[in-house]
């Protein structure tokens, strides 16, 4: 698992004690994608230089409103870079949660899904690939 870099920058909401698990829970809101930098860890909340935070969707927002040259045009499809020990980022365009899952499903696979919706065109899509799990738990992450 990939640890020492911070990810995101999001907005602490609340924290509640889940007595029958004997755990904190944190809600979180406005969640933000920073480019990954490396941070030491500190026990209890601390401070990081604003410097070194870089929002993901800034720097994207920000390149739209800038009119390249020509020459400057890329036509190539941008590349995530994948940290070792972390989920993969997926963007439904340059990979599909489709694919992905009929890559990494096998027969006797326990699958668990966290997600807002899940539509019966998604599952018409999986069908084959689903058919042959054990066992599939889908959390559904809105009301």
């Known amino acids: 698992m990939l640890s020492g870099c911070a990810l995101c920058v999001v907005e602490l909401v ?29 026990l209890n ?13 800034e720097e994207h927002r920000n390149a739209q409103t800038v009119k390249p040259q020509a020459a400057d045009i890329s036509t190539e499809t941008p590349v995530f870079p ?3 020990g972390m989920p993969k980022t997926i ?3 340059t990979i599909r949660v489709k694919d992905d899952l009929e890559e990494t ?4 696979s326990k699958l668990r899904i966290a997600a807002a ?25 809105s009301p």
């Open 14 to 42: 609340d924290t509640q004690y889940d007595s029958e698990n004997d755990v904190y829970e944190w809600h979180l809101d406005n969640v933000k994608k920073v480019k990954a930098f490396s941070v030491k860890g500190k």
């Open 45 to 57: 909340f601390f401070e990081v230089d604003d410097a070194l935070i870089h929002f993901i969707d």
């Open 82 to 84: 994948q940290m070792s």
């Open 91 to 93: 963007d439904n365009v």
């Open 105 to 108: 499903i096998t027969r006797k």
């Open 117 to 141: 919706c899940f539509s019966i065109y998604a599952y018409e899509e999986l069908k084959k690939s689903l058919s042959g799990i054990d066992e599939l738990k889908f959390i559904f992450t």
